[in-house]
């Protein structure tokens, strides 16, 4: 058994794998912070909930961009596994050669989501991850992480909009009704999830011009199942990607 571990900006996704398949999928809040004790018992809190026993020889692995947290999350592999958790970095084994400029600067969320599109999907690939940030991650035929673009992400964007307006409330981030907006509200709606969908296909579009051929467009991320079917690029949504990846790179290790 596996439990990985994504922990993010905003939010924390842990998946359950019993070998390839993904039996149980968990989101918490990032922001809180957690002494691994407090973290043990929320783990086990959720495999209860769940109905899951995790084996005495449980594997955890973790991607995390919040290194406050990391240290906890290790923690909390040791009292309940007695196990060392895998930490993926940039000079972890993951069958992808990182040809950013300083690998160590790329996140971990991203290498996962690398290595799962390059396993999962049709190379060459860009992964658009919409989540605090939308990140956009190239990986080529033949398996080599060339990086991408980082933009501030659909909910940074507009509370900082809502924030700064003193006569804009905020609103639900769901489909538009229509791009002319009758009212403050479906102005807004408008605004922002059209401009998303199409910050994405711009993006997109530059990219597969450098490249040269047409990629695969995988969506993950919290966002995506909303701005998926507004975007004319993105061809697959995968909400379990970097989870996934990061059962790869446990393979792999």
């Not at 692995?61 to 040791?78: C, D």
């Not at 690398?114 to 990140?135: F, I, N």
């Not at 956009?136 to 991408?148: E, H, P, Q, S």
């Amino acid at each position: 058994m596996l439990i990985a571990i994504d922990i993010g900006n905003t939010t924390t996704m842990m998946g359950v794998f019993q070998g390839e398949d993904l039996i149980e999928k968990w989101s918490v809040t990032s922001g809180t912070a957690r002494t691994a004790d407090e973290i043990a018992l929320l783990i086990k809190g959720l495999c209860s909930s769940s109905d899951i026993v995790p084996e005495k020889n449980t594997r955890v692995t973790i991607a995390s961009v919040v290194p406050s947290l990391t240290g906890a999350f290790r923690g909390m592999a040791s009292k309940l596994f007695g196990s060392e958790a895998l930490v993926v970095t940039s000079e972890t084994p993951t069958g992808i050669e990182i040809c950013y400029r300083d690998p160590a600067s790329v996140g971990a969320d991203r290498i996962a989501n690398a290595v799962a599109a390059s396993s999962l999907h049709r190379l060459p690939a860009v992964v658009v991850d919409l989540g605090t940030a939308t990140t956009f991650d190239v990986i080529t035929g033949d398996r080599k992480y060339l990086g991408g673009a980082i933009a501030p992400g659909l909910v940074t964007s507009a509370e900082y909009l809502f924030q700064k307006g003193a006569k804009l409330s905020p609103v639900d981030f769901e489909a538009p009704v229509r791009a002319i907006g009758r009212t403050t509200g479906e102005s807004l709606v408008s605004g922002i999830m059209y401009g998303a969908a199409g910050q994405v296909d711009e993006i997109v579009r530059r990219i597969a011009e450098e490249l040269g051929e047409k990629p695969a467009v995988i969506g993950t991320g919290g966002l995506v199942e909303v701005v998926a079917p507004l975007s004319r690029s993105i061809e697959t949504v995968d909400t379990s990607l970097t989870l996934h990846g990061l059962r790869l790179i446990t393979d792999m290790n």
